[in-house]
């Protein structure tokens, strides 16, 4: 299986920055879709940004303009930059590898936005 292991989250207070990176243990980036799930407790997981095999990106409309996802293929690395954390960000994100039938995740990371 394809291991993916989530890192960078932690306490910020609102207005601050996180850059979560997603280490993947083999080359992927060429064939999967990527992207990166929060998941408050007792909330749905959601899909909050996403990057194609093709390097096409996606984002939740509540993130927008504010978090970048991107990939560095030669590290086997994706990244998801947070700018401008509100409050509502906080949850645990998880990395999320994919195709149309085999999907893969992280363990995922904390994210805290806390005043």
């Known amino acids: 299986q394809v291991q993916l292991v989530e890192s960078g989250g932690g306490l910020v207070q609102p207005g601050g920055s996180l850059r979560l990176s997603c280490a993947a243990s083999?080359?992927?980036?060429?064939?999967?879709?990527m992207g990166w799930y929060r998941q408050a407790p007792g909330k749905q997981r959601e899909l909050v940004a996403g990057?194609?095999?093709?390097?096409?990106?996606n984002y939740v409309d509540s993130v927008k303009g504010r978090f970048t996802i991107s990939r560095d293929n030669a590290k086997n690395t994706v990244y998801l930059q947070m700018n401008s954390l509100k409050p509502e960000d906080t949850a645990v994100y998880y990395c999320?590898?994919?195709?149309?039938?085999?999907?893969?995740w992280g363990q995922g990371t904390q994210v805290t936005v806390s005043s």
């Open positions: 999320n590898a994919n195709t149309i039938v085999v999907h893969y």
């Open positions: 083999v080359t992927i980036f060429s064939v999967y879709n």
């Open positions: 990057i194609t095999s093709g390097g096409s990106t």
